[in-house]
């Protein structure tokens, strides 16, 4: 139990401690000038592989798969631990600071958008493809929206206090630890009557939900957080969670932009698709 009462009016502490206390801030707004890199891509990434970030590569690669040679992809690292989302440039495309950002460049007026749920919708609706057109459209949009106001629960909430915090708060881990398992129990029961989230088609609810709940579930979120929470528990939603893993273009995404874990994993920056390959080849060298 902490001793801490909370004055009337709050200021910033001076050193808040814990993971990510250098780049929180109580304003918005750049603290930098700096343009961002833009390559011949008609599309323009600018993310980490964050989960978040993760649902738009995903996407793009889901969309290349598919034929959809439109949605060639420049991916630029932000490294947020830098904060380089406070630069100028990322700023006027997301004034959130956040990644994922894309930029839009392939008409006569280009487009911004931030906030991956709505990466992913545009760029479903751009393309026409992971959004169906019949009855199951609503469930996928409910689930893609299910997604986004669950997430932080389980990341800033449980994973934030289990795994980032400076002190183990028994009260916030116990409470976070308990919507999380209610979350897993949501998606277990659904993809228990349903193969994909919204229906018999795989769709960019999936997207939105495998980078944070199927990482979970293989032990990539939060060090020891899968057995913490059980998660073998959960039949079917490890039954889906190995359905996506599967996925070519789903191995692909989650090494785009990525800094962290074995080099052969990591691809800093993505500006074709036969840059997968190179990296390989510079690996086996
Ligand atoms: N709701 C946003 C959340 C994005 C988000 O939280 N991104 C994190 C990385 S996963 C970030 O950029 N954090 C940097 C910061 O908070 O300064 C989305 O879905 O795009």
Redesign the pocket.
């Known amino acids: 139990m902490t001793d801490y009462t909370p004055p009337e009016i709050w200021t910033p502490p001076e050193n808040p401690g814990g993971r990510?206390a250098s780049?929180?801030r109580p304003v918005a707004g750049a603290t930098h000038e700096k343009e961002l890199p833009v390559g011949l891509n008609p599309l323009q990434l600018y993310s980490?592989a964050?989960?978040?970030?993760v649902?738009a590569t995903l996407m793009l690669e889901e969309l290349l798969a598919a034929g959809h040679g439109g949605a060639e992809y420049d991916a630029w690292l932000?490294e947020?631990s830098k904060?380089d989302?406070?630069g100028s440039g990322f700023v006027a495309l997301n004034p959130?600071?956040?990644?994922?950002a894309l930029h839009d460049r392939s008409g006569p007026q280009p487009v911004r958008i931030?906030?991956?749920?709505a990466?992913l919708l545009y760029l479903a609706e751009k393309f026409g493809a992971f959004l169906p057109t019949d009855h199951t459209r609503a469930e996928c949009l409910s689930w893609l929206f299910w997604q986004?106001g669950s997430?932080?629960y389980l990341?800033g909430g449980f994973g934030h206090f289990y795994a980032y915090a400076p002190e183990k708060i028994q009260y916030a881990i116990d409470r976070f630890a308990m919507e999380s398992k209610r979350q897993l129990d949501v998606l277990d029961r659904r993809l228990a009557e349903s193969e994909y989230l919204a229906g018999p088609a795989y769709t960019i609810a999936d997207m939105a939900v495998w980078p944070w709940y199927g990482a979970l579930m293989k032990g990539r979120l939060y060090g020891a957080a899968a057995k913490f929470l059980s998660v073998q528990d959960y039949a079917h939603l490890n039954r889906w969670t190995d359905a996506i893993e599967g996925r070519p273009a789903a191995k692909r995404a989650v090494m785009v932009n990525k800094i962290t874990g074995e080099p052969n994993t990591q691809l800093r920056e993505r500006h074709a698709a036969s840059d997968f390959e190179t990296r390989t080849q510079d690996k086996l060298e």
């Open positions: 990510f780049i929180n980490q964050t989960p978040n970030g649902k932000i947020i904060g989302q406070f959130n600071s956040k990644i994922p931030f906030e991956s749920g990466i986004m997430g932080p990341g």
